[in-house]
Structures are given as structure tokens and as C-alpha cells.
């Protein structure tokens, strides 16, 4: 009954209404999206590395293996066997559980994208506002985890990252609204299918640029690294956080990347669509790397927004942009010819 | 609630050892207390016990991201104090390598304040190569690249090689295109102009009435550089024009000490062109054994980061008591008054925009 390659035998196992095939080709699908998780995130770390070197007129890491690719392997060694030490004042509980449970928060968010027509662990008909509803967690756990460590920058971090919240959520949903206006509904494979003769992208450039820009929020990237502030809070909210939670913190970092430049490829870049001389789920990981170059050019060109200023750009330009995004799409698209 | 933090002695917005106590309410800053002294030496006191062609070495390290400043400016106030002449040749070379040595230390300023407003290290990396490539330069003519020690009394201990000047016109023309393509970057960034404008104001009273020297001056709209009001070398010979800017925010500095760079561009090219021939070369180490003829002297120098000044007794073998008058210090005390009211992520960019060097405060 299964036929093909094994995407196409897992993608076809998930779909199945069989109860025992579907439970183990979620789990077989659970191990599938944790490994591209782990090879992304270490490529990304390589590749940014590199990107940023580059730009910067230096070389990156060129030791360790091929192209310096083992550097980040050798760096997590390091890591992992240096002393893990917890502030005395710090709160125990949640310096200990927060980071990991970010780290768990966002892997689980991949695991909710949809990678192609049938390599999807639910079709949930709310799929984006379950999404956004659980990326929001990660502000307050953030706020949790910054404020536990009893350090005062981590503790300023904690607040910035409470106000960032307010700035750029607004305008983040008003395009998601957009969005679902367009695709008829929230769910997100609906929202790809709608793209199939021209991606989002193209039919609304306003939404897209509103949409990249509160993604780069959202994922702490420069210019809005306001919690994380090198040159003002030290490290931010994990300032306090060594070894082992300092590398669960750089795994955060590059799943949030990845999710994020997911989440944009699906969204507006056309998820899987693409010509058919590549599977479905090479033309979403394409492009995910691509989104993911661009945040990394953006992050090593521009500088640092003050925590006020955006506040103001929020409110004062994203907010009227995205409405009269929202409203162009009505009126063009949905009244229109 | 006020809450007071503690930044630095080891932080990465401060430049090197500056610890500050920070008194902040929310994320407005109430009040900023600087604590130095993490890197005092008593150079003054060293300086006290060695003969005066040993002290150089000492004066370079005052302040190490300009050492040739201060080098000169010992050396002068040790001319003056033995009333030795200045060959005009070194004269000229020295102008050059004072300018070339401005231009170095900008361009290592304009790179920490680029990662202070939030920059990756790009500026930084990129101003930092250029800025290598003006050390090079300054190797060719002095010998080598960051201390110099090659001022002696009367001029220099070796002539600028004789095609010094073909070097220097592509490194200076290519200078003149990358601060165009910095301040392009930088500028034409609207995150980084909000973030510089209006920030850190000091008006020109206040200004004044600190005593603050330098691009902090100028960009108050004090039309003061001891290039022009204390003209030495031969700064008036070649059009010398001290930059200035009349708003007094840490915008107004930076965009000082932009123009600053493009002025001392000119000026080196104009020293090269209308340098005479000649011997540039200071006494023999054997016929320093100098008497004093004024006992008491005072010379003062622009240095990148303002008005540096000596105050020398002379002995005969030795500086009965040298004081100085150190930029950095002064300029950094203006800190508190500046940075009240505004927000903490502001201090860096104000902090940046004053360009302490703590050897030289604390010296």
C-alpha cells in the first residue's frame, strides 16, 4: 500500500486514517523533523559564521575540518564539558527549566509546518494562530528565564523582552490576517495552495516586508536583538546561563532562525511549490536558507533599534501599514476583479 | 525604583577599563558615576626618575590608540624647555605623521562606536583594516607600526624614505572613498541617526564651562582647535580649517570627527606637496646632554581626542616634574551631565561618542 521513496511512504503513512500506521509515522515524522532541526542548526551556525566573516572581511572558522565545519562541534565539546554553574541568588527551578523548555517550544512549532502536501504531523484548520499563539509564549518564558537568574542586565533583558512584545505582536497578526483573507481561512496548507500561480510575495509586497520585519522580532535577530544587547546587557537575558544552557541557548538561537525563516517561506514564498525536479520539502528547506541569509545580511549590516524607537515604529508605522495592507487585500483581491 | 547596576571594569560597552555605577530608574538613567584608576601606572612619578631621552617610551603608552601624539608632545615641551629649534623639514613630517596618526585613531573610534549602537564588528572589521593600512603607512615613514618612538629633539631619528609620497596618494585617495562609504552606511541608516541625534546633548556653555577639548568641543559649536588657535608646525601654511558642528548631541561628534579625517586628508596631501628638501633628521643621542634655558615650559597639542598639554619643570638631567594634561579625563568627566535622562541602551552611544582611552585617564 506504500509506495515510492520513504518521504513519499511517511507522507503517505501520515495521511492514512489507520490509527497504529498514523501514531508510528508521527513518531517516525517526529524523528525526521528533530534531525533536519539538529543538521539546520548546525549548518546554520556554520553558515552564519561564514556569511558574517565574510561580509566582515575575514575568513571564519577554517581549522576544524572542510571549512572550519566542525568548528561548532568543537565548541559544543567545549561547552558541554565545562562546569555548569548556577548563580546562588538565581530561582533554581526556573533557571533550569526555561531554557529547555523554549528550546522544546520551538521544535515543537516545527514540528507543526507543514514540509510538503503530505509531510504534515495535523492539518489543523487553525494552523497559523496555533503558531502565533504559541510563539507568543516565548516573550514570558523568556521574561521567566531572564529574571530567575537574579542578574540585573538579565533582569533589565527580561523587561525589554515584555515591552518588545507589545510593539511588534499587533501588527504581526493584522498581517496574518491579511494573509488568511487571501487564502481563505488560517490553515496553512490551504495557504500555500493558494499561492500556487503567484506567491504572497508578489500580491502583496507591503505584507511581506510588515511580515519579515516583526519575524525579525520575533526571533530576537538584529536590529532588534534589544534583549540580548551585546554592547549594553552583556548577553542579555542569559548573561548568567555557562556551559551546557549556553549551548541549548545557541540551539534556541538557530531553531528560532530556522523557524522563522520557515515559517516566512511558507507563509509568503510559496512553501513547497517549486518545479517538480526536487521533492516538495528541498524547495521549502531552499528556501528557508535563502530567508535565512537574508537575516543573517540584515544582522551583520544594520545596528541596534533602542527599545523606545520601536516601540514608536511598531505602533507608529507597522500598525497603520499592516491595516492599510489588510485593507488594500480586501479591496483588491476580495472585491476586486 | 532606582536600581544601580555596575558596568564594567569588564563589560563590552566600555572601552577597556571604565567601570561605571549606573543609577537607573526603569530604563532611564538617573545618574552615572565613573570609577577609574583600573590602570593607573604614575607615569608622572616615573617620568620624574628617568633621563629625557627615556621617557618617550613612557608617553606613548599614555594614550596607546594615538602614541605618537603624546611622543611629540614630550618632545616638543622638551625642545622648548632646551630651546632647541625644530627643523622645518621634520617639521613637515611630523605634521604628516600626526595627521596620518589622527586619521588611525578615528578610524579605530569609528569602529567601537558602530558595535556600541549595536553594530556586528562589520564597521568595526572594516575600519580596522583601513586602519591597518595607516599604520603601514606610518611604519614606512617612522619605523614601526604602533609605537614609535621616533621623535628625537630637533626633528627625527630618520628621514621619510624618498618614495614615501607615491605611497601615500592611493592609500590617501582610497581613505577619501571608504569614510564616503562609511558615512554612507552609517547615515543613510535612520536606526543609527535616531539613535545618535538629540542623544547626550552638551550645549556650549556647558561645554566650556567642563572644559572639554577636542571633537567634544566642536561639536558643541566651539570653534576651538589648538591647530589654528595655538598654530604650531606649519598647520597655518596649510589652510588648516578646525571642524565644527553647532548642536552638541553625539551625532554632532561623530559627524566631527568624520570631517576631521577628510581635514587631516587634506592636509597631509597638502604638507606632501609643498614639503621642502632638507635634513630632517633631530640631534645624535651622544649630544643630548642638554641645559635647560627655560625652567619652566608649557606646550599643548591636539591630540585625536582633545587638548593634550605638558607642564615641565627641567632639571638638567632629568624632568624636575612633568604634568599632564590628559583629554581623555577631562572629556570623560563631562559624562554624568550628559547621559542624566536618557535611556540606558543611550549610555554606550554617548560613552562611545566621548572616546575615552583609560590609559589615559588614568595614567
Given at each position: 500500500m506504500l509506495t515510492g521513496n520513504p518521504l513519499d511512504m511517511l507522507g503517505q503513512a501520515l495521511q492514512s486514517g489507520n490509527l497504529t500506521t498514523s501514531v508510528i509515522?508521527?513518531?517516525?515524522?517526529?524523528?525526521l523533523i528533530a534531525i533536519i532541526i539538529g543538521v539546520f542548526d548546525y549548518l546554520f551556525g556554520w553558515f552564519e559564521r561564514k556569511v558574517i566573516a565574510r561580509v566582515q572581511l575575514r575568513h571564519g572558522p577554517t581549522y576544524v575540518g572542510k571549512y572550519g565545519i566542525l568548528q561548532n562541534l568543537a565548541d559544543l565539546i567545549k561547552l558541554l564539558a565545562k562546569e555548569n554553574v548556577i548563580p546562588a541568588n538565581a530561582d533554581r527551578i526556573f533557571f533550569m527549566t526555561m531554557m529547555p523548555s523554549l528550546l522544546a517550544l520551538s521544535i515543537f512549532i516545527v514540528f507543526l509546518i507543514p514540509f510538503s502536501p503530505t509531510l504534515q504531523a495535523t492539518n489543523l484548520g487553525l494552523g497559523v494562530l496555533v503558531i502565533f499563539t504559541l510563539l507568543s509564549f516565548a516573550p514570558s518564558m523568556i521574561f521567566l528565564a531572564g529574571h530567575s537568574t537574579g542578574n540585573k542586565f538579565a533582569d533589565i533583558s527580561a523587561q525589554r523582552s515584555v515591552i518588545m512584545l507589545i510593539s511588534y505582536e499587533l501588527p504581526l497578526i493584522l498581517v496574518l490576517v491579511a494573509v488568511a483573507v487571501m487564502?481563505?481561512?488560517?490553515?496553512?496548507?490551504n495557504i500555500v495552495n493558494a499561492q500556487s500561480p503567484w506567491y504572497f510575495i508578489i500580491l502583496m509586497p507591503l505584507g511581506f516586508v510588515i511580515f519579515f520585519i516583526t519575524m525579525l522580532a520575533e526571533m530576537e535577530r538584529p536590529p532588534f536583538d534589544i534583549r540580548e544587547a551585546d554592547s549594553e546587557l552583556i548577553a542579555g537575558w542569559f548573561t548568567d546561563y555557562s556551559s551546557p544552557y549556553y549551548a541549548l541557548g545557541l540551539f534556541?538561537?538557530?531553531?528560532?532562525?530556522?523557524?522563522?525563516?520557515?515559517?516566512?517561506?511558507?507563509?509568503?514564498?510559496?512553501g513547497w511549490l517549486g518545479p517538480a525536479i526536487l521533492p516538495p520539502v528541498a524547495w521549502l528547506l531552499i528556501k528557508a536558507v535563502v530567508v535565512a541569509f537574508f537575516i543573517v545580511i540584515v544582522r551583520v549590516t544594520t545596528v541596534r533599534m533602542r527599545l523606545n524607537n520601536l516601540l514608536r515604529f511598531g505602533w507608529i508605522y507597522l500598525l497603520p501599514l499592516s491595516l492599510i495592507n489588510l485593507v488594500i487585500t480586501y479591496i483588491v483581491f476580495i472585491k476586486g476583479p | 525604583m532606582i536600581t544601580r547596576i555596575n558596568v564594567g571594569p569588564i563589560h563590552p560597552g566600555t572601552h577597556g577599563v571604565l567601570r561605571l555605577l549606573v543609577d537607573v530608574d526603569g530604563d532611564t538613567i538617573k545618574k552615572v558615576e565613573p570609577h577609574i584608576g583600573f590602570l593607573h601606572r604614575g607615569v608622572?612619578?616615573?617620568?620624574?626618575?628617568?633621563?629625557?631621552?627615556?621617557?618617550?617610551?613612557?608617553?606613548?603608552?599614555?594614550?596607546?590608540?594615538?602614541p605618537l601624539a603624546f611622543d611629540e608632545l614630550y618632545v616638543s615641551a622638551v625642545e622648548a624647555a632646551m630651546g632647541i629649534p625644530v627643523k622645518e623639514r621634520a617639521q613637515y613630517i611630523r605634521l604628516i605623521q600626526l595627521e596620518l596618526q589622527r586619521i588611525a585613531s578615528h578610524l579605530l573610534w569609528l569602529g567601537t562606536l558602530a558595535n556600541d549602537v549595536g553594530q556586528l564588528f562589520t564597521i568595526f572589521m572594516w575600519a580596522f583594516s583601513d586602519r591597518d593600512k595607516v599604520l603601514r603607512l606610518l611604519e614606512e615613514s617612522a619605523g614601526t607600526r604602533m609605537f614609535y618612538v621616533n621623535q628625537r629633539m630637533g626633528g627625527l631619528i630618520r628621514d621619510q624614505p624618498?618614495?614615501?609620497?607615491?605611497?601615500a596618494a592611493p592609500l590617501l585617495d582610497y581613505l577619501d572613498q571608504r569614510i564616503a562609504q562609511f558615512q554612507e552606511v552609517l547615515e543613510k541608516n535612520p536606526i543609527f541617526t535616531e539613535r545618535m541625534k538629540g542623544v547626550g546633548v552638551l550645549n556650549r556653555e556647558d561645554a566650556i564651562r567642563f572644559g572639554v577639548t577636542g571633537p567634544t568641543l566642536r561639536g558643541s559649536g566651539v570653534d576651538y582647535d589648538t591647530r589654528s588657535n595655538q598654530p604650531y608646525y606649519v598647520y597655518k601654511k596649510l589652510n588648516f580649517s578646525p571642524q565644527t558642528r553647532g548642536e552638541g548631541d553625539a551625532f554632532a561628534r561623530y559627524k566631527v570627527r568624520m570631517l576631521e579625517m577628510k581635514e587631516s586628508i587634506k592636509l597631509v596631501r597638502n604638507a606632501l606637496k609643498s614639503m621642502p628638501e632638507g635634513d630632517a633628521l633631530g640631534m645624535?643621542?651622544?649630544?643630548?646632554?642638554?641645559?635647560?634655558?627655560?625652567?619652566?615650559?608649557?606646550?599643548?597639542r591636539e591630540t585625536p581626542r582633545g587638548e593634550g598639554m605638558m607642564y615641565m619643570v627641567a632639571d638638567p638631567q632629568r624632568p624636575y616634574r612633568l604634568s599632564i594634561r590628559s583629554p581623555s579625563f577631562i572629556n570623560l568627566s563631562v559624562l554624568n551631565?550628559?547621559?542624566?535622562?536618557?535611556?540606558?541602551?543611550d549610555l554606550f552611544a554617548i560613552l562611545a561618542s566621548l572616546d575615552p582611552v583609560m590609559a589615559d585617564v588614568d595614567r
Amino acid at each position: 500500500m506504500l509506495t515510492g521513496n520513504p518521504l513519499d511512504m511517511l507522507g503517505q503513512a501520515l495521511q492514512s486514517g489507520n490509527l497504529t500506521t498514523s501514531v508510528i509515522a508521527v513518531i517516525a515524522y517526529a524523528i525526521l523533523i528533530a534531525i533536519i532541526i539538529g543538521v539546520f542548526d548546525y549548518l546554520f551556525g556554520w553558515f552564519e559564521r561564514k556569511v558574517i566573516a565574510r561580509v566582515q572581511l575575514r575568513h571564519g572558522p577554517t581549522y576544524v575540518g572542510k571549512y572550519g565545519i566542525l568548528q561548532n562541534l568543537a565548541d559544543l565539546i567545549k561547552l558541554l564539558a565545562k562546569e555548569n554553574v548556577i548563580p546562588a541568588n538565581a530561582d533554581r527551578i526556573f533557571f533550569m527549566t526555561m531554557m529547555p523548555s523554549l528550546l522544546a517550544l520551538s521544535i515543537f512549532i516545527v514540528f507543526l509546518i507543514p514540509f510538503s502536501p503530505t509531510l504534515q504531523a495535523t492539518n489543523l484548520g487553525l494552523g497559523v494562530l496555533v503558531i502565533f499563539t504559541l510563539l507568543s509564549f516565548a516573550p514570558s518564558m523568556i521574561f521567566l528565564a531572564g529574571h530567575s537568574t537574579g542578574n540585573k542586565f538579565a533582569d533589565i533583558s527580561a523587561q525589554r523582552s515584555v515591552i518588545m512584545l507589545i510593539s511588534y505582536e499587533l501588527p504581526l497578526i493584522l498581517v496574518l490576517v491579511a494573509v488568511a483573507v487571501m487564502a481563505n481561512g488560517f490553515n496553512l496548507s490551504n495557504i500555500v495552495n493558494a499561492q500556487s500561480p503567484w506567491y504572497f510575495i508578489i500580491l502583496m509586497p507591503l505584507g511581506f516586508v510588515i511580515f519579515f520585519i516583526t519575524m525579525l522580532a520575533e526571533m530576537e535577530r538584529p536590529p532588534f536583538d534589544i534583549r540580548e544587547a551585546d554592547s549594553e546587557l552583556i548577553a542579555g537575558w542569559f548573561t548568567d546561563y555557562s556551559s551546557p544552557y549556553y549551548a541549548l541557548g545557541l540551539f534556541l538561537d538557530y531553531t528560532r532562525m530556522l523557524l522563522g525563516s520557515l515559517l516566512i517561506s511558507v507563509i509568503f514564498l510559496g512553501g513547497w511549490l517549486g518545479p517538480a525536479i526536487l521533492p516538495p520539502v528541498a524547495w521549502l528547506l531552499i528556501k528557508a536558507v535563502v530567508v535565512a541569509f537574508f537575516i543573517v545580511i540584515v544582522r551583520v549590516t544594520t545596528v541596534r533599534m533602542r527599545l523606545n524607537n520601536l516601540l514608536r515604529f511598531g505602533w507608529i508605522y507597522l500598525l497603520p501599514l499592516s491595516l492599510i495592507n489588510l485593507v488594500i487585500t480586501y479591496i483588491v483581491f476580495i472585491k476586486g476583479p | 525604583m532606582i536600581t544601580r547596576i555596575n558596568v564594567g571594569p569588564i563589560h563590552p560597552g566600555t572601552h577597556g577599563v571604565l567601570r561605571l555605577l549606573v543609577d537607573v530608574d526603569g530604563d532611564t538613567i538617573k545618574k552615572v558615576e565613573p570609577h577609574i584608576g583600573f590602570l593607573h601606572r604614575g607615569v608622572e612619578k616615573l617620568v620624574e626618575n628617568r633621563m629625557y631621552l627615556q621617557n618617550p617610551v613612557y608617553m606613548e603608552k599614555l594614550d596607546y590608540i594615538a602614541p605618537l601624539a603624546f611622543d611629540e608632545l614630550y618632545v616638543s615641551a622638551v625642545e622648548a624647555a632646551m630651546g632647541i629649534p625644530v627643523k622645518e623639514r621634520a617639521q613637515y613630517i611630523r605634521l604628516i605623521q600626526l595627521e596620518l596618526q589622527r586619521i588611525a585613531s578615528h578610524l579605530l573610534w569609528l569602529g567601537t562606536l558602530a558595535n556600541d549602537v549595536g553594530q556586528l564588528f562589520t564597521i568595526f572589521m572594516w575600519a580596522f583594516s583601513d586602519r591597518d593600512k595607516v599604520l603601514r603607512l606610518l611604519e614606512e615613514s617612522a619605523g614601526t607600526r604602533m609605537f614609535y618612538v621616533n621623535q628625537r629633539m630637533g626633528g627625527l631619528i630618520r628621514d621619510q624614505p624618498p618614495d614615501f609620497a607615491e605611497h601615500a596618494a592611493p592609500l590617501l585617495d582610497y581613505l577619501d572613498q571608504r569614510i564616503a562609504q562609511f558615512q554612507e552606511v552609517l547615515e543613510k541608516n535612520p536606526i543609527f541617526t535616531e539613535r545618535m541625534k538629540g542623544v547626550g546633548v552638551l550645549n556650549r556653555e556647558d561645554a566650556i564651562r567642563f572644559g572639554v577639548t577636542g571633537p567634544t568641543l566642536r561639536g558643541s559649536g566651539v570653534d576651538y582647535d589648538t591647530r589654528s588657535n595655538q598654530p604650531y608646525y606649519v598647520y597655518k601654511k596649510l589652510n588648516f580649517s578646525p571642524q565644527t558642528r553647532g548642536e552638541g548631541d553625539a551625532f554632532a561628534r561623530y559627524k566631527v570627527r568624520m570631517l576631521e579625517m577628510k581635514e587631516s586628508i587634506k592636509l597631509v596631501r597638502n604638507a606632501l606637496k609643498s614639503m621642502p628638501e632638507g635634513d630632517a633628521l633631530g640631534m645624535q643621542i651622544r649630544l643630548i646632554n642638554p641645559v635647560p634655558k627655560n625652567r619652566v615650559v608649557t606646550v599643548s597639542r591636539e591630540t585625536p581626542r582633545g587638548e593634550g598639554m605638558m607642564y615641565m619643570v627641567a632639571d638638567p638631567q632629568r624632568p624636575y616634574r612633568l604634568s599632564i594634561r590628559s583629554p581623555s579625563f577631562i572629556n570623560l568627566s563631562v559624562l554624568n551631565h550628559i547621559a542624566k535622562g536618557h535611556r540606558f541602551a543611550d549610555l554606550f552611544a554617548i560613552l562611545a561618542s566621548l572616546d575615552p582611552v583609560m590609559a589615559d585617564v588614568d595614567r
